[in-house]
Protein backbone atom coordinates (compact mmCIF):
# COMPACT_ATOMS: atom_id res chain seq x y z
CA UNK A 1 0.00 0.00 0.00
CA UNK A 2 0.79 3.47 0.06
CA UNK A 3 4.35 4.98 -1.44
CA UNK A 4 5.94 1.18 -1.64
CA UNK A 5 2.44 0.51 -4.34
CA UNK A 6 3.51 3.79 -6.15
CA UNK A 7 6.85 2.80 -6.40
CA UNK A 8 6.27 -0.51 -7.38
CA UNK A 9 3.58 0.72 -10.50
CA UNK A 10 5.84 3.57 -11.52
CA UNK A 11 9.43 1.81 -11.12
CA UNK A 12 9.40 -1.44 -11.18
CA UNK A 13 6.13 -1.83 -14.04
CA UNK A 14 7.37 1.21 -15.38
CA UNK A 15 3.31 2.17 -14.79
CA UNK A 16 3.07 5.69 -16.64
CA UNK A 17 -0.88 5.57 -16.68
CA UNK A 18 -3.66 2.85 -16.12
CA UNK A 19 -7.44 2.40 -16.55
CA UNK A 20 -9.48 1.44 -13.37
CA UNK A 21 -11.19 -2.29 -14.22
CA UNK A 22 -13.01 -2.37 -10.65
CA UNK A 23 -12.18 -3.25 -6.98
CA UNK A 24 -10.41 -5.81 -5.38
CA UNK A 25 -12.53 -5.37 -2.26
CA UNK A 26 -14.62 -2.22 -1.45
CA UNK A 27 -11.86 0.82 -1.40
CA UNK A 28 -9.23 -1.39 -2.98
CA UNK A 29 -8.43 0.18 -6.87
CA UNK A 30 -7.62 -2.88 -9.36
CA UNK A 31 -6.35 -0.79 -12.63
CA UNK A 32 -5.22 -2.25 -15.77
CA UNK A 33 -1.47 -0.83 -16.85
CA UNK A 34 -1.72 1.31 -19.76
CA UNK A 35 0.40 0.00 -23.26
CA UNK A 36 3.75 1.95 -22.09
CA UNK A 37 4.11 -0.18 -19.11
CA UNK A 38 6.50 -3.21 -18.90
CA UNK A 39 3.74 -5.16 -18.86
CA UNK A 40 0.73 -3.70 -21.05
CA UNK A 41 -2.83 -4.67 -20.01
CA UNK A 42 -1.76 -6.63 -16.81
CA UNK A 43 -4.12 -5.93 -13.71
CA UNK A 44 -2.69 -4.36 -11.05
CA UNK A 45 -4.12 -3.80 -7.41
CA UNK A 46 -3.46 -0.40 -5.66
CA UNK A 47 -3.94 -1.41 -1.92
CA UNK A 48 -3.83 1.80 -0.01
CA UNK A 49 -2.52 0.74 3.91
CA UNK A 50 -5.32 2.30 5.83
CA UNK A 51 -7.84 -0.27 4.02
CA UNK A 52 -9.05 -3.57 5.71
CA UNK A 53 -7.64 -5.15 8.42
CA UNK A 54 -4.79 -7.85 9.16
CA UNK A 55 -6.68 -10.48 6.75
CA UNK A 56 -7.59 -8.20 3.75
CA UNK A 57 -4.88 -9.24 1.42
CA UNK A 58 -5.36 -12.97 2.36
CA UNK A 59 -9.28 -12.28 1.76
CA UNK A 60 -8.30 -10.79 -1.98
CA UNK A 61 -6.27 -13.93 -2.76
CA UNK A 62 -8.61 -16.11 -1.36
CA UNK A 63 -11.81 -14.91 -3.29
CA UNK A 64 -9.36 -14.63 -6.85
CA UNK A 65 -7.49 -18.52 -6.06
CA UNK A 66 -10.62 -20.67 -5.64
CA UNK A 67 -13.09 -19.42 -8.10
CA UNK A 68 -16.64 -21.20 -7.91
CA UNK A 69 -17.37 -23.57 -10.42
CA UNK A 70 -19.39 -22.51 -12.82
CA UNK A 71 -21.73 -24.85 -14.71
CA UNK A 72 -20.15 -25.66 -18.85
CA UNK A 73 -22.22 -23.92 -21.29
CA UNK A 74 -22.23 -27.77 -22.77
CA UNK A 75 -23.93 -28.63 -19.60
CA UNK A 76 -26.40 -25.84 -19.55
CA UNK A 77 -27.63 -26.74 -22.90
CA UNK A 78 -27.66 -30.73 -22.01
CA UNK A 79 -29.73 -29.56 -19.11
CA UNK A 80 -32.30 -27.30 -21.18
CA UNK A 81 -32.44 -30.41 -24.02
CA UNK A 82 -33.87 -32.95 -21.36
CA UNK A 83 -35.65 -30.54 -19.61
CA UNK A 84 -37.74 -28.58 -23.38
CA UNK A 85 -36.53 -25.34 -22.46
CA UNK A 86 -34.14 -22.38 -24.42
CA UNK A 87 -31.36 -20.38 -22.45
CA UNK A 88 -30.77 -16.80 -23.53
CA UNK A 89 -27.77 -16.21 -25.08
CA UNK A 90 -26.78 -12.38 -24.62
CA UNK A 91 -24.04 -10.30 -26.44
CA UNK A 92 -22.66 -7.73 -24.13
CA UNK A 93 -20.56 -4.59 -24.53
CA UNK A 94 -20.00 -3.12 -20.87
CA UNK A 95 -21.09 -3.34 -17.16
CA UNK A 96 -24.36 -2.23 -17.47
CA UNK A 97 -25.22 -5.14 -20.09
CA UNK A 98 -23.68 -7.62 -18.60
CA UNK A 99 -25.69 -6.52 -15.35
CA UNK A 100 -29.04 -6.25 -16.75
CA UNK A 101 -28.65 -9.99 -18.25
CA UNK A 102 -27.41 -11.28 -15.33
CA UNK A 103 -30.50 -9.14 -13.04
CA UNK A 104 -33.35 -10.57 -16.02
CA UNK A 105 -31.77 -14.41 -16.01
CA UNK A 106 -32.26 -14.05 -11.63
CA UNK A 107 -35.46 -12.65 -11.90
CA UNK A 108 -36.44 -14.99 -13.85
CA UNK A 109 -34.74 -17.80 -12.29
CA UNK A 110 -33.29 -19.01 -15.39
CA UNK A 111 -30.02 -19.71 -17.07
CA UNK A 112 -28.20 -17.49 -19.44
CA UNK A 113 -24.85 -16.96 -21.46
CA UNK A 114 -23.21 -13.47 -21.40
CA UNK A 115 -21.57 -13.82 -25.32
CA UNK A 116 -18.68 -11.75 -26.22
CA UNK A 117 -18.16 -10.95 -29.88
CA UNK A 118 -14.67 -9.99 -31.62
CA UNK A 119 -15.39 -6.35 -31.53
CA UNK A 120 -16.53 -5.96 -27.64
CA UNK A 121 -13.33 -8.79 -26.70
CA UNK A 122 -10.94 -6.11 -28.73
CA UNK A 123 -12.40 -2.95 -27.59
CA UNK A 124 -13.40 -4.57 -23.71
CA UNK A 125 -10.37 -6.51 -23.19
CA UNK A 126 -9.29 -8.05 -19.55
CA UNK A 127 -11.88 -5.95 -17.89
CA UNK A 128 -14.76 -6.80 -20.19
CA UNK A 129 -14.16 -10.66 -19.81
CA UNK A 130 -13.23 -9.91 -16.12
CA UNK A 131 -16.84 -8.69 -15.74
CA UNK A 132 -18.11 -11.34 -16.99
CA UNK A 133 -16.53 -14.10 -15.22
CA UNK A 134 -17.07 -12.54 -11.96
CA UNK A 135 -21.07 -11.62 -12.67
CA UNK A 136 -21.12 -15.41 -13.85
CA UNK A 137 -19.49 -16.65 -10.31
CA UNK A 138 -21.53 -14.26 -8.02
CA UNK A 139 -24.97 -14.86 -9.95
CA UNK A 140 -27.87 -17.00 -8.17
CA UNK A 141 -28.90 -18.90 -11.20
CA UNK A 142 -26.26 -20.69 -13.85
CA UNK A 143 -24.71 -18.01 -15.90
CA UNK A 144 -21.78 -19.02 -18.28
CA UNK A 145 -19.72 -17.08 -20.39
CA UNK A 146 -19.16 -17.53 -24.59
CA UNK A 147 -16.69 -16.58 -26.72
CA UNK A 148 -19.20 -15.50 -29.77
CA UNK A 149 -18.56 -15.71 -33.62
CA UNK A 150 -14.54 -15.68 -33.19
CA UNK A 151 -12.77 -15.35 -36.69
CA UNK A 152 -9.61 -17.26 -35.57
CA UNK A 153 -7.74 -19.53 -33.69
CA UNK A 154 -5.52 -16.83 -32.24
CA UNK A 155 -8.41 -14.97 -30.63
CA UNK A 156 -9.53 -18.08 -29.46
CA UNK A 157 -6.74 -18.10 -27.52
CA UNK A 158 -6.43 -14.84 -26.61
CA UNK A 159 -9.92 -15.22 -25.32
CA UNK A 160 -9.17 -18.38 -23.41
CA UNK A 161 -5.80 -17.00 -21.44
CA UNK A 162 -7.89 -13.99 -19.91
Known amino acids: GGITSS ?3 TKA ?8 AGQALAGVPLWQLGPESRHPGVPYIVFPGNVGNDTAVADVVKSWALPHRR ?15 AIGAFNVYNLEGIEAVVAAAEEERS ?11 KQGGVPLVACCI ?3 EQASVPITVHFDHGASKQELVEAIDL
Open 134 to 136: SAA
Open 13 to 20: LEAKCAKI
Open 71 to 85: PSTKELLLNAEKGGY
Open 7 to 9: DLA
Open 111 to 121: PAMLQIHPAAF
